[in-house]
């Protein structure tokens, strides 16, 4: 079990919905994990698909380049439709 | 109090995301914890932080693989179709706690093969009440309702835990005690409202667990070493003595619907209080059955460790397959 890779798991509660990451497990190969995966994380109907993603393949951002990755968006407000000024009366906007 | 368990549950997860919500202005690990916000995995954190949550982590996930050999003890006896059904559901519930656990617990750096054989080899504990046999059915049914039951008074407050994947995995863990404690309630119920027999089977049953479910809260707080420090970090929410007294406060209304009586001649309503007075357990007990010295500690231990080793052609097999496949796919 010790060489075991780390596999994420992620589960669709339902049609419709995205998959959400809902944890992680340990399995020989991809088909063995999601096996598991509907065991250990879908026993009272959360799911109705898995994926299974091998957690040597995800790359992550860091927590230290959080500023520089994120803080740019921070001081763009007019990005967002609450910005702008609607004029009275106008429709449709 | 299982209405009011999930409620709780849902409140935490609520104001998880309403914590979630604010901005802060700086995000180092004080900031974050006295914005009850959640600390996440890659995160910097004081290394004692770090450990004492392993070792907490750890040992509640060892209790949960522990926890299923008391109630697998019963399920080939269980006394009807149904009542099997339910306890493979349980036993195979607690298997997952133990994996949510582990996966938790692996975000902060350690293995889950080294977590194993820690508890293998007795580095690290799992609760002390997983170390009393279950004598009769009866013990099925107290075991969901008083152990479970203290399980949850004490699980509930670490869905508000600071470090979030053991946040997350508590809310999942709640949510599905839930259906233990009451299976177990019901057990009970059945059997106190059977034969005399039956009545005195479960009389017999409480008798035996209450005072060890007592002592799952941990020694008192006098004497609690790691309390302080986990307070101040958002890891532990109540105190021992307070969560001790909240089960016991909800136990009794309880036992009264049971018709069963709780062994201890102390009990009683405190109106200053507004709580119930009770008979402390045996500290000194639960320190023997911690060390090593309860009635089935070494058998607990033996077999997990046999199960371990008789799971290792299984373990092997899967390993083999997996490499067939991969050096088929990578031929094709």
Redesign the interface.
Known sequence: ????P?WEVFVRPRRGLAHGHV???????A??ALRNAR??YT??QEGVSIWVVSAAAIT?S??DE?DAFFDPAADKVYRHPTFYDVPEGAKHL | MDDALLTQVEAAESDLRTAAAARLAA?TFDEVIAADQKI?P???MPEAYRKTLIRQIAQHAHSEIIGMQPEGNWISRAPSLKRKAILL?KV??EA?HG??LY?AA?TLGV???DL?DALLDGRQKYSSIFNYPTLTWADVGAIGWLVDGAAIVNQVPLCRCSYGPYAR?MIRVCK?ESFHQRQGYEILHTLAHGTEAQHAMAQDALDRWWYPSLAMFGPPDADSTHSERSMAWKIKRFSNDELRQRFVDMCVGQAEILGLRIPDDGLRWNEQRGAYDFTAPDYAELMRVIKGDGPCNRQRIEHRRRAHAEGAWV?EA??A??RK??TATVAA
């Open positions: 079990m010790s060489g075991w780390l944890g992680s497990l340990h399995a020989p190969d088909e063995m065991d250990v026993r009272r992550a860091s927590p959080k | 995000s996440e890659r995160d910097a559901a195979q519930d997952g994996l949510y996966a692996e293995s889950r093969a194993v995995a599905e373990r899967a390993e397959y997996a496949h991969a």
